[in-house]
C-alpha cells in the first residue's frame, strides 16, 4: 500500500498546472507569504506557514515587519527595511519559485510599493491579497498613507483580495453591517482592480458567518453557522489562515470559486479546534 505522502504526491501532480510539475522536481505545489510574523504565533506568517503545511505546499515566506503580539494586542511593531522586503522575495523567487503567493501585513507605503513592484516584475498570476489594516485586538497594522498606495498599487494586481468588513468599508467608501452591504462593498472593491473579492462576514451579526464572492460580475454566498462557546470567539489569526488557505489550493491548481470555497471549510474548522491559550483573543488551530 502506497504510503500518505505518496498518495498526496500523485494527488498534487494530477492536480497542479504544468508549471508546478516545471518548477518544482517533487511535484510539490509551492506558496509564498509576503506578512508580519506574529511574536505570539497565532497570525502572521506564522498562521500562513502552518496553514501551507496543513495542506500539503510548501511554504515560504518574505517577512515585512516584527510585531511584539500577543492574544492581547500588538505592543510593539519593527518594519523590515523594503530593500530587504525584496532581497526576500528575490531569493526565493530566483531559486525556488512559487505558484501562488499572498500579502498581508505591509506595515508601510514604501514596503507596499515594494511588494507591488515584485508582484509586477514576477508577473504573479495568483495573487492572495489581504489587505490587512487592523488586528484582531483592533490595532492598527498599515500606516493610513500606505492605504493609498494599497488601492493604486497592489490591488490592481490581485487575483483575488480578501478584506473583512472594516477594510471593505476603508476600501470602498460604505458602512458594511449587513450582506447586502457586504455585497455592495465588494462590488466597489472590485472596480479598484482585483479580479476577485471576498468580503468576509465574521463581524457582523446573525447565526452564520457569511462571506461573499464577487467575480465576473456574479455573488456568491459562502455561509457557515457560528461556532457556540468559547471557540466561537478564538478567532486570532482567522483572516490570515483564510487567505492562506485560498493560496494554497490555488497553488495546488485550484480553480477561484473552489479555494475560496474548500478556504473557508478550513478556517470554520480551524477556528473549531483554536487554541484556548492567552489572556485576550485566543488563536485558531489550521494544524
Not at 515585512?64 to 531569493?91: C, E, K, S
Not at 489594516?133 to 480578501?162: C, K, Q, W
Not at 468576509?200 to 460580475?217: E, H, N
Request: hydrophobic residues 45%; positive net charge.
Amino acid at each position: 500500500m502506497a504510503s500518505t505522502a505518496k498518495r498526496r504526491k500523485r494527488r498534487i501532480l494530477r492536480q497542479a498546472p504544468s508549471q508546478i510539475r516545471r518548477g518544482s522536481l517533487s511535484g510539490k505545489a509551492r506558496a509564498l507569504t509576503v506578512a508580519g510574523s506574529d511574536s505570539g504565533g497565532g497570525a502572521g506568517i506564522q498562521a500562513d506557514l502552518k496553514t501551507f503545511a496543513a495542506l500539503g505546499v510548501y511554504g515560504m515566506s518574505a517577512l515585512t515587519a516584527l510585531t511584539a503580539q500577543n492574544t492581547r494586542g500588538v505592543l510593539a511593531v519593527h518594519p523590515v527595511p523594503p530593500d530587504f522586503v525584496r532581497a526576500q522575495i528575490d531569493a526565493v523567487a530566483n531559486d525556488i519559485g512559487f505558484d501562488a503567493a499572498k500579502t498581508g501585513m505591509l506595515a508601510n507605503a514604501e514596503i507596499v510599493s515594494t511588494v507591488a513592484d515584485a508582484m509586477r516584475a514576477y508577473r504573479v498570476r495568483r495573487l492572495v491579497v489581504d489587505p490587512v489594516m487592523y488586528a484582531a485586538s483592533g490595532d492598527r497594522l498599515l500606516a493610513p498613507e500606505a492605504e493609498r498606495v494599497m488601492v493604486e498599487r497592489l490591488l490592481p494586481l490581485a487575483f483575488i483580495a480578501t478584506p473583512n468588513t472594516f477594510e471593505a468599508a476603508a476600501l470602498s467608501g460604505i458602512e458594511v453591517k449587513t450582506i447586502a452591504d457586504q455585497e455592495e462593498a465588494a462590488r466597489r472593491i472590485a472596480k479598484l482592480g482585483p479580479r476577485a473579492v471576498l468580503v468576509k462576514g465574521g463581524r457582523t451579526a446573525g447565526p452564520s458567518s457569511v462571506d461573499v464572492l464577487y467575480q465576473g460580475g456574479g455573488i456568491t454566498r459562502l455561509g457557515a453557522k457560528r461556532i457556540s462557546g468559547p471557540r466561537g470567539t478564538a478567532t486570532h489569526g482567522a483572516g490570515c489562515t483564510l487567505s492562506a488557505a485560498i493560496a494554497a489550493h490555488l497553488a495546488l491548481g485550484a480553480e477561484l470559486d473552489k479555494a475560496v470555497s474548500l478556504a473557508k471549510r478550513f478556517v470554520t474548522r480551524a477556528i473549531r479546534r483554536s487554541v484556548l491559550i492567552g489572556h485576550g483573543i485566543p488563536p485558531v488551530g489550521p494544524t
